[in-house]
């Protein structure tokens, strides 16, 4: 289960608006140099993202909540963006292969798959989205405000769909 704790800060009909901030654990870690997720809090360190859950728990703005989502559901969300268009274009690239001489139609019927099984993805996501597994869930609520979320940079948040 990944977890994350964060403040709701706006409420919209049955969703909650949550901050959360970016944290990766990379400064208490030992191979932090040898390790890509280090570069990545450099950059992504600090950040606040703004995530849209479903408010099942009726919380309301300023209450400090934790959003939940099983990891099963993040890896198979992430085989299906990332996974069924890259064996799709494998599969359509040897397949075209044994029909053409040319690599040029090879890599024109390749691509073309590529863009429409992302086109396709990209219609289906908010179908799949809308299911429970997909969903993020706010687990507990207590009030409270976080002191450094009142002083909002707002050129670094983010907004992201869980």
Known sequence: MLKEKGIVTQIDKDYAWVNTRS???CSSCQVE???GNALLEKYLSDRLFMSKVPNKIQAQVGDEVEIQI?????TK????LYGMPL???ILTAISTDLFFDNEVPVIIISFTTLFISYMILHKLIHKVGDLEDFQPRIQMSKQGKFAEIANLNLN???IKNL
């Open 23 to 25: 944290k990766l654990s």
């Open 33 to 35: 140099s040898a390790c």
């Open 70 to 74: 099983h990891q099963s559901s993040v």
């Open 77 to 80: 969300a992430a085989l299906w």
């Open 87 to 89: 064996l799709l274009f």
């Open 156 to 158: 670094l948040i983010d």
